[in-house]
């Protein structure tokens, strides 16, 4: 079946400009993951989604970053006013409701903020 | 706070060899503990995960790893490296079974060399 898709998979933009990245997880997965590997780092947890929870918002950097999940599908993960050090790859990430915790990861988006 | 180290960036090994990638980690409770694999432009791909049980964990593609609790470790292993096992390794762990988000290491570069 279909994996977690996730678009664009490059973004370039200027710096100060927000943008917009989209995550259309597994059909059926209840939970949605949004990390971020920047070079040298690993990934960085971001945000988590369950069900029709409140999201768990501790790994967001600043307030300039914020997402929504519509119908408990698909998310997007804004960020406001980049900045350079926005520039990493953002990865999706879904599973289902389970104990096994097995989550299913996009390809990315690789952001560059010029 | 949980937190996981991976001792070595690089690690170089001769196909047939058999291979290791450390993995140490830090979790006030039991640990739940995971391996994922990320080829080049692709998502990351789960490996295998150590829950409770059996202290030797067999994953994907021939790898499995080992549960130390006193040393707190949870190395990855395969008997015999193939060309094709090049790619970025992460280990992770969570403090709770069932969906949460992985607190991940910075990855070591697997290179295995014809």
């Known amino acids: 079946g279909a994996g977690v898709s996730q678009s664009p998979s490059n973004k370039v933009t200027e710096k100060g400009k927000d943008v917009e990245l989209r995550c259309d997880p597994i059909s059926g997965h209840t939970a949605l993951y949004w990390y971020r590997q920047s070079l040298g780092q690993g990934l960085e947890f971001l945000i988590y989604?369950?069900?029709?929870?409140?999201?768990?918002k501790s790994g967001l950097p600043s307030d300039r970053f914020s997402a929504e999940r519509t119908g408990g599908s698909v998310s997007t993960l804004t960020i406001q006013r980049t900045q350079q050090e926005d520039s990493a790859v953002y990865l999706c990430?879904?599973?289902?409701?389970?104990?096994?915790?097995?989550?299913?990861f996009g390809p990315g988006t690789r952001l560059t903020v010029t | 706070a949980q937190s996981v180290a991976q001792p070595e960036d690089q690690v170089n090994v001769a196909e047939g060899n058999p291979l290791t990638v450390k993995c140490t980690y830090s979790v006030s409770g039991n640990p739940y503990l995971f391996w994922y694999v990320q080829y080049p432009n692709r998502g990351l791909q789960f490996l295998l995960k150590?829950?409770?049980?059996?202290?030797l964990v067999k994953g994907s593609y021939g790898f499995e790893a080992e549960f130390n609790k006193s040393q707190t470790s949870f190395h990855l292993k395969k008997p015999s490296a193939l060309v094709s096992d090049s790619a970025l390794y992460f280990c992770a762990v969570s403090l709770y079974s069932g969906n949460t988000p992985l607190v991940f290491g910075k990855g070591t570069r697997l290179s295995v060399i014809a």
């Open positions: 990430a879904s599973s289902p409701r389970n104990e096994r915790n097995e989550q299913y």
């Open positions: 989604f369950q069900g029709n929870s409140a999201p768990d």
């Open positions: 150590y829950i409770t049980g059996d202290n």
